[in-house]
T-cell receptor
Framework: DAGVIQSPRHEVTEMGQEVTLRCKPISGHDYLFWYRQTMMRGLELLIYFNNNVPIDDSGMPEDRFSAKMPNASFSTLKIQPSEPRDSAVYFC????????????FGDGTRLSIL | KQEVTQIPAALSVPEGENLVLNCSFTDSAIYNLQWFRQDPGKGLTSLLLIQSSQREQTSGRLNASLDKSSGRSTLYIAASQPGDSATYLCAVRRGNAGNMLTFGGGTRLMVKP
């Protein structure tokens, strides 16, 4: 089991640029989650998918953020245009449909917008 | 709106000490509660998951309890070791629909040799 894989691990870019974060969930997991972690706000759920369909995107901060899951093994989180306040660590997590199973997290993408 | 609070925010103890981390939540209508560990620069690793019908779960030196009516959970770590140094987060699952978690702010633990 390779775990949840995120890329890139680090991203530094200038304000206004488009940023794309990638996630490969654990094979067989039905749910995929995108989180953002900052010192000020802690860990916040941005959006989650069930069987590749977005279920709740109420945590997405602005229209500049969008997420897709074209198939069961790949998801992207895109920020366009990026702003300095988007700087954070972005985590992807996945889980099975079983209620007694936890979410499994990737190692995150540390994003810095200059 | 569910709010999850963890106290203390940081804790430093000598090796070998038994310790308790606290987690409280405002809405008792939870589906389950989970404890995670986060090491610097890493993602979260699940430690224990307690279903709403359960009172506690144990794994090795870790024991987590749940009192849903009072909105509280504790994580007990026995005979702490320097390798236990990390941030510990609790999270509550909001309900049966989906699998959304609300996280506390975490407790940063340092165990000194």
């Amino acid at each position: 089991d390779a775990g949840v894989i995120q890329s890139p691990r680090h991203e530094v870019t200038e304000m206004g640029q488009e940023v794309t974060l990638r996630c490969k969930p654990i094979s067989g997991h039905d749910y995929l989650f995108w989180y953002r972690q900052t010192m000020m706000r802690g860990l916040e759920l941005l959006i989650y998918f069930n069987n590749n369909v977005p279920i709740d995107d109420s945590g997405m901060p602005e229209d500049r953020f969008s997420a897709k899951m074209p198939n069961a093994s790949f998801s992207t989180l895109k920020i366009q245009p990026s702003e300095p306040r988007d700087s954070a660590v972005y985590f992807c997590a996945s889980s099975s449909y079983l209620s007694n199973q936890p979410q499994h997290f990737g190692d995150g993408t540390r994003l810095s917008i200059l | 709106k569910q709010e999850v609070t963890q106290i203390p925010a940081a804790l430093s103890v000598p090796e070998g000490e038994n310790l308790v981390l606290n987690c409280s939540f405002t809405d008792s209508a939870i589906y389950n509660l989970q404890w995670f560990r986060q090491d610097p620069g890493k993602g979260l690793t699940s430690l224990l998951l307690i279903q709403s019908s359960q009172r506690e779960q144990t794994s090795g030196r870790l024991n987590a309890s749940l009192d849903k009516s009072s909105g509280r959970s504790t994580l007990y770590i026995a005979a702490s070791q320097p390798g236990d140094s990390a941030t510990y987060l609790c999270a509550v699952r909001r309900g049966n629909a989906g699998n959304m978690l609300t996280f506390g702010g975490g407790t940063r633990l340092m165990v000194k040799p």
